[in-house]
């Protein structure tokens, strides 16, 4: 367990209403807060981390926002589960977000894909805004995982 955190995070979604639900934990399984947050279509956190200033980065796919279809979400928060940003990134097609690590510049590497075969790489900073980013076509497997140093 991270002792900067010493408790668990989650991000579920509600089956019932397709939204997204921020719960920590403490270290005992005492429910800390719990945060319910967008809304009323297909939205889904995949993978979180704790943040350097001590709140949470989450990235998963929101259908509730953004250019059409599911588009990928970056959403950063405070330790206490306030919402610093949110950012979505797509097209009018479906794209989901599968990881989020920070660089050593404080920004992040995000990577993605869609329903056929394409997968996305791209960077942003401390605030969510793209600096770069490339996709790749014709891919087995479009979720991708980043792991190392950036």
């Known amino acids: 367990m991270d002792t900067l955190f010493q408790g668990l995070l989650i991000g579920s979604v509600s089956a ?8 920590k934990f403490d270290s005992n399984g005492g429910m800390i807060w719990s945060k319910n947050i967008f809304g009323n279509s297909n939205d889904e956190v995949n993978y979180s981390l704790q943040t350097s200033e ?5 990235i998963g796919s929101t259908g509730s926002e953004g250019e059409g279809g599911n588009d990928i979400l970056v959403l950063k ?3 206490s589960g306030s919402i610093s940003w949110y950012k979505t990134y797509g097209t009018a097609s479906d794209e989901y977000g599968y990881s989020i690590q920070p ?3 404080g920004g992040y590497i995000v990577a993605g894909g869609d329903q056929l075969s394409s997968c996305y790489i791209f960077k942003i900073d401390n605030s ?4 770069w980013g490339n996709s790749y076509s014709n ?4 979720k991708m995982t980043i ?3 950036f």
Not at 17 to 23: Q, R
Not at 54 to 58: A, E, M, Q, V
Not at 128 to 131: D, Q
Not at 139 to 142: A, D, K, L, Q, S
């Open 16 to 23: 019932s209403i397709d939204d997204v639900n921020l719960i």
């Open 54 to 58: 001590g709140g949470f980065i989450f």
């Open 77 to 79: 928060t405070g330790s």
């Open 103 to 105: 660089t050593t510049d």
């Open 128 to 131: 969510g805004s793209v600096l």
């Open 139 to 142: 891919v087995e497997g479009n």
């Open 147 to 149: 792991r190392g140093n």
